[in-house]
């Protein structure tokens, strides 16, 4: 095989039929050079026999299979360390990704050399890479991000957090901050303790809104188990020894209304006018579900959000009539 053009790092454990397989499957259909790094962490033998049997399938498949579980973190360092290419991509095992979105993803790479990390949209982020999707099937939403990608031409721009669902780092980046911390154990909060050290050391994080990228989720937190609670807990408490108080990313609801206020920018309304109304339309359905509950909160977001909506409206006005919706009081 070629030299790849990147690296992509999956880090398995159970589920195979429901993660890891389907995640594979979609990368099968991408033919441009990959190579697939897969690190099991010491899954059930089912999971470790079919994930052979995919390996056998694919020849761009390396499959490590740990004797221990021994995390998140610790299996994309193990991953990194084994990667021929100079770009790494960490991929969830839940996710899927459509044809064409990583050769994409490698072309904004190589195109911005002073990018550090990048990141695409998906369906399921919690932060403001995630639109608007209402499907209820993965192919429904997928399909619902291709309409998006034919929306968005060259829209991009910078971020302090990154999801790991998806993430884009350059080689010498991920070695410069020493990889993933593995102090956080089997996960959470190390891709946020990622991104503050990037992001300390004046790196650049970038979203793209040309890729979307299928993310299952673990969906309502509500729904997680004491051990995934308490976890979170812990390393909640473990980021902010390590890292002080100083990083608080804004909330996802105002990140989404200051990507909704980039669709007024010179730069991005030379775009297509029904593309912008098609984004702005999608991340405003989005605005309108990210309502505070503090009644104080909410006027002063509704405020903001009406702002970003009159500023819109008189940007595109000249081009004729609208179909953006004013925010009800």
């Known amino acids: 095989m070629n030299r790849p053009q990147c690296s992509v790092i999956i880090v398995s454990y159970n589920n195979f039929p429901q993660t890891t397989g389907p995640c594979l499957q979609s ?22 026999d079919a994930l052979r049997a995919a390996a056998g399938q694919d020849s761009r498949i390396k499959l490590i299979l740990q004797e221990t579980n021994g995390g998140y973190s610790k299996g994309n360092n193990t991953g990194a360390r084994e990667a021929s290419s100079d770009l790494l991509i960490l991929l969830n095992s839940d996710t899927e990704v459509p044809p064409g979105a990583i050769p994409r993803l490698v072309e904004l790479m190589t195109e911005h050399p002073d990018w550090s990390m990048l990141g695409p949209v998906s369906n399921q982020t919690g932060n403001d890479q995630q639109i608007h999707t209402k499907g209820t099937t993965v192919q ?11 929306h968005s031409h060259d829209c991009h721009y910078p971020t302090d957090i990154l999801s790991f669902f998806c993430v884009v780092i350059r080689r010498d980046v991920y070695n410069q901050l020493n990889g993933l911390d593995e102090e956080f154990g089997l996960g959470y909060y190390e891709d946020t303790d990622f991104n503050y050290r990037a992001v300390k050391t004046r790196m650049k994080l970038m979203i793209t809104e040309d890729v979307f990228v299928y993310h299952r989720g673990s969906g309502s937190f509500s729904k997680t188990s004491a051990a995934v609670r308490k976890m979170v807990k812990r390393n909640k408490k473990l980021f902010r020894k390590k ?6 990313a804004a909330h996802w609801r105002l990140k989404n209304l200051a990507a909704m206020a980039q ?9 297509p006018l029904a593309d ?5 339309n ?9 309502l505070p509950n503090s009644p ?9 959000l009406k702002a970003i909506e009159k500023k ?18």
């Open 276 to 280: 912008l109304r098609y984004k702005f």
């Open 263 to 271: 669709y007024s920018a010179p730069e991005i309304t030379d775009a």
């Open 140 to 150: 429904e939403i997928l399909d619902e991000g291709a309409v998006w990608c034919a």
């Open 27 to 48: 990368l099968a259909r991408e033919k441009s050079a990959l190579e697939i790094i897969v690190i099991d962490n010491h899954s059930d033998q089912g999971t470790q």
């Open 296 to 304: 104080i909160k909410r006027f002063f977001y509704l405020r903001r």
């Open 282 to 290: 999608n991340r405003q359905t989005m605005a309108r579900k990210l």
């Open 243 to 248: 890292q002080g108080h100083g990083h608080n």
């Open 312 to 329: 819109f409206l008189a940007r595109i006005s000249t081009f004729g009539p609208t179909d953006i919706q004013p925010t009800l009081p």
